[in-house]
């Protein structure tokens, strides 16, 4: 099992960037690929981005191909978002997501942080 907390939240301006963090408990980080999702107010949560368990495989959704980038550090279990050109409509809470099979999906695996907000104002 692992446990997620992510930090980075907060408000910009349009056009700012954010980076997010996600540290990881446990020894076996490196076993898991790792996710960023997103979700605003009575929406659904959606995929933003995910890593595979060496960093060498990423896929971002199309509204961020670009903009966002996702990286990890697996001597520090953590695994970051980096947000530029960040605009209104990316404004939703942000969370952090693992699952055990090492390689990138779209579909997001059993765990989850607490979430973080950011808030993108025009």
């Known amino acids: 099992q692992v446990q997620l907390v992510e930090s980075g939240g907060g408000l910009v301006q349009a056009g700012g960037s954010l980076r997010l963090s996600c540290a990881a408990s446990?020894?076996?980080?490196?076993?898991?690929?790792m996710g960023w999702f997103r979700q605003a107010p009575g929406k659904e949560r959606e995929f933003v981005a995910a890593?595979?368990?060496?960093?060498?495989?990423?896929y971002y959704v199309d509204s961020v191909k670009g903009r966002f980038t996702i990286s990890r550090d697996n001597t520090k279990n953590t695994v970051y978002l980096q947000m530029n050109s960040l605009k209104p409509e990316d404004t939703d809470v942000y969370y952090c997501?693992?699952?055990?099979?090492?390689?990138?999906?779209?579909?997001?695996?059993?765990?989850w942080g607490q979430g973080t907000q950011v808030t993108v104002s025009s």
């Open positions: 446990g020894r076996t980080f490196s076993r898991y690929a």
């Open positions: 997501n693992a699952r055990s099979d090492r390689y990138a999906h779209y579909d997001p695996g059993p765990y």
């Open positions: 890593i595979s368990w060496n960093g060498y495989t990423t």
